[in-house]
């Protein structure tokens, strides 16, 4: 079976983020990269699937700017076999991604898409949902353990009260979560393997598909600064500024 890898490339995790002067944004100019954290464990799974013998091909999808090739890159170094880059410059909105990666499973037929369950730069988490929706696909969000069956796959949920085991019928989209796995680093070998692996480029319009977005952004601006702490010299004067300050007791 085919498995299907939407790879997001957004500001890297370490990276503090400034807001842009004007408040219509964060600033992505000379800021370092990288790929979703949560597509890692997607691309991840994905492999481990086709290195266990039960996946054929692993196929990563970039919908964005030129450099999405080096998040492509990135996923053929970790194992994944060929790459579509999906080029616009377009502010992509996740109704017009999830329309996009119908539009490629169309044409792909993989059995299973697993998707990131939230980009850290929007914080959408609405990409698979809608995906699966559209597709009419089966859906297990949140997935921490993926077990394949014939035909199905077995998937454990993190909600809220614990862990919940789904069964799904394939095709599916299923979205990971942190304790799914923990992503390899690439190998400088398969650093040097992967720039020979294959990017199909195409365009949302060959798609059939309208970025415009649905919605606008009014503004974007920091969380308020944190107050500094103050050392107290006894536990009388602790409680005292809990009661009469903080008002907690
Ligand atoms: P979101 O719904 O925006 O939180 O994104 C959830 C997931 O959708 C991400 O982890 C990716 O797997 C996928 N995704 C969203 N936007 C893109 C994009 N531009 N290119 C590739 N994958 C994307």
Known sequence: MKVLVPVKRVIDYNVKIRVKPDGSGVETQNV?????????ISIEEAVRMKEKGVAEEVIAVSMGPQQCQETLRTALAMGADRGIHVKTDDVLEPLAVAKMLK????KEQPQMII??????DDDCNQTGQMTAALLGW???TFASVIELGEGTAKVTREIDGGLETVDIKLPAVVTSDLRLNEP???SLPNIMKAKKKPIEEMDPASLGVDTTPRVKTLKVSEPPKRQGGVKVESVQELVSKLVNEAKVI
């Open 138 to 140: 089966s859906q297990a």
């Open 184 to 186: 390899r680093y690439a």
């Open 32 to 40: 370092k990269m990288s790929m979703n954290p949560f597509d890692e």
């Open 115 to 120: 998707v990131g369950k939230q980009a850290i």
């Open 103 to 106: 539009a490629i499973a169309e």
